[in-house]
């Protein structure tokens, strides 16, 4: 594949690259962001960011996972500007739940809120795992950190998913009506 690589110009393995993985690349952005707007957004600034230095990414080992991790740094870097953290403008309305409250976590649209309570590592190391299932290493290489760091990122992510989830969806009383 490099052979054909060699004899493709930069822009021609810009569009390569694009083309045979914008929807992974946008799929990512839109955990992470947890809206088209915001994912587009941060994709585009990305890939506007690369551009110029499209020569260091093409000969990267894995330029999809260059850009990954450049997408994964742009959000982290994001959440750190308080201008661009989403501040609650009220708390939401009760909505009516079914008997078994947890049988409703099987539609994944009740896991968006759980997920986007979390600070952006925790986030990006549960979408690196559980969405682009990543090992470890890769993700710790991509947040620029220790493997350790990465299952205590993954752990407590899940560990504050689950306190939401119990906020949100509280154990009936077994002493109380049925």
Known sequence: MRGVEATMTQDEMFVSLLRDHHGSLYRTAYLLTGTHDRAQELLQDTLVRLYPRWDRVSVADSPVAYVRRALIN???????????????????????????????????????????????????????????????????????????????????????????QDQLFPEPDPGGPA
Do not use: K, N
């Open 74 to 164: 742009a959000f982290v870097s994001a959440g750190r500007r308080p201008a661009t953290r989403l501040l609650p403008l009220g708390a939401q309305p009760d909505q009516a739940r079914a008997s078994d409250p947890y049988a409703a976590l099987d539609d994944r649209s009740e896991l968006w809120p759980l997920l986007l309570s979390l600070p952006e590592r925790q986030r990006a190391s549960l979408v690196l795992r559980f969405y682009c299932d990543l090992p470890d290493a890769e993700i710790a290489e991509t947040l620029g950190c220790r493997e350790v760091t990465v299952r205590s990122l993954v752990s407590r992510g899940l560990a504050a998913m689950r306190r939401h």
